[in-house]
């Protein structure tokens, strides 16, 4: 209990790095005039900075190394010993890191950044981490790891794009994510797995200042600032990782938890579920499955009438009422009809908002616009 302590320091020294870093970054964005330019997708009207994820890793990984060290000198203790799959963590998420950075200043191709993605993905279950039960989800219980490893792959590559395909609108995957890692905190707390709730709880503190100068700075000031890529795929990496982590079967680490994998499901539930029903829609659009278009569900909201504000609110109540219904649906029912509950709803959902895009005027599905 005492070690649990190390959080708090953890999150506001991060956040600190935070509201240091970022107005630096904002500098040097207009300095070097490097804006996220809006086209016939995006929201916004006006050039904005673009670059406010590079302040996420370094501030969690300072908050991470000043609070452990600190507490280390007071208790003692001499070292601090890693896993080999948290030394192939860091080395992933740099990659990611790296290619985020690089996309947002110079640009990249979309398969780049994929191959990019499986490869790093890749180096967990290389390193011994991977996805070996399913707890009974349609039937299934322990899956050997020529089905997990590749599994796992899909699972941290599929998150990474659900995290940077549903940051369109201010507020939106850091909300996400923030929901998201907080539950993922409360479960590494419980597990006693206290070096990633550190690291859960540096990342949460630099989203902070980020969503203040995305969500609530002045405009007269021109102080508001984009994640990008470097932000949202580093988001995306951390979250799939830490499902992975959670969900992994591992006596040596954690004691048994059935609901261990549920719990990693239901956090990730909003931009997970968006991502497939966009890919099924342009599917049955015949149109490239890696298009951008205006089909998210931040964007049908905003047809149907809601303002940006209105649409982050909705969202955010959406992905903490899936929280609030597994957690109560898993005390009845099995894990396999709360996942077939979640889908009803979801469409429920979707159906009611089409309703309310008809309403306003405007298509249900919109293809990409030309430029």
């Not at 219904?325 to 979640?342: E, F, G, H, P």
Request: proline share 4%; charged share 15%; net charge neutral.
């Amino acid at each position: 209990m005492t070690s649990n302590i190390l959080l708090i320091p953890a999150f506001f020294f991060s956040a600190l790095c935070g509201f240091i870093f970022i107005p630096m970054i904002l500098n040097f964005c207009k300095e070097k005039k490097i804006y996220d330019i809006p086209d016939e997708r995006k929201i916004h009207k006006s050039g904005i900075p673009r670059l406010g994820g590079i302040s996420f890793l370094p501030s969690m990984l300072i908050a991470f190394l000043v609070t452990t060290f600190t507490f280390n000198r007071f208790t003692g203790v001499s070292e601090v010993t890693f896993s080999l799959w948290s030394l192939y963590f860091f080395i992933s998420l740099l990659l990611i890191y790296g290619i985020g950075l690089v996309d947002d200043i110079v640009g990249l191709g979309a398969k780049i950044k994929f191959i990019v993605q499986i490869f790093a993905a890749s180096l967990l279950p290389i390193s011994g981490l991977y996805l070996n039960n399913l707890y009974g989800f349609l039937g299934i219980d322990e899956i050997p790891y020529a089905i997990g490893a590749p599994l796992t792959v899909f699972v941290i590559v599929f998150v990474n794009n659900a995290i940077n395909l549903i940051d369109g609108i201010d507020g939106l995957a850091s909300g996400l994510s923030f929901i998201a890692l907080t539950g993922f905190l409360f479960c590494f707390v419980e597990e006693g797995m206290l070096l990633y709730a550190v690291l859960i709880a540096g990342l949460l503190g630099v989203l902070v200042p980020f969503m203040y100068f995305n969500l609530f700075d002045d405009p007269s000031k021109e102080r508001k600032i984009f994640m990008g890529d470097s932000g949202s795929l580093t988001l995306g990496f951390i979250l799939g990782f830490l499902a992975i982590k959670y969900s992994m079967d591992n006596p040596n680490v954690k004691f048994w938890n059935p609901d261990c994998l549920l719990l990693s499901y239901t956090f990730l539930i909003v931009p997970s579920f968006d991502v497939v029903r966009v890919s099924l829609v342009r599917i049955m659009h015949r149109v490239p499955i890696f298009n951008a278009d205006k089909n998210h569900i931040h964007h049908k909201l905003m047809r149907a009438g809601f303002n940006q504000r209105q649409t982050l609110v909705c969202i955010l109540l959406l992905a903490l009422f899936f929280i609030v219904l597994n957690l109560t649906l898993n005390m009845l029912v099995s894990s396999t009809i709360i996942v077939a509950i979640d889908i009803l709803v979801w469409l429920i959902a979707h159906r009611l908002i089409n309703m309310a895009i008809r309403h306003n005027g405007q298509p249900i599905y919109l293809e990409r616009e030309k430029a």
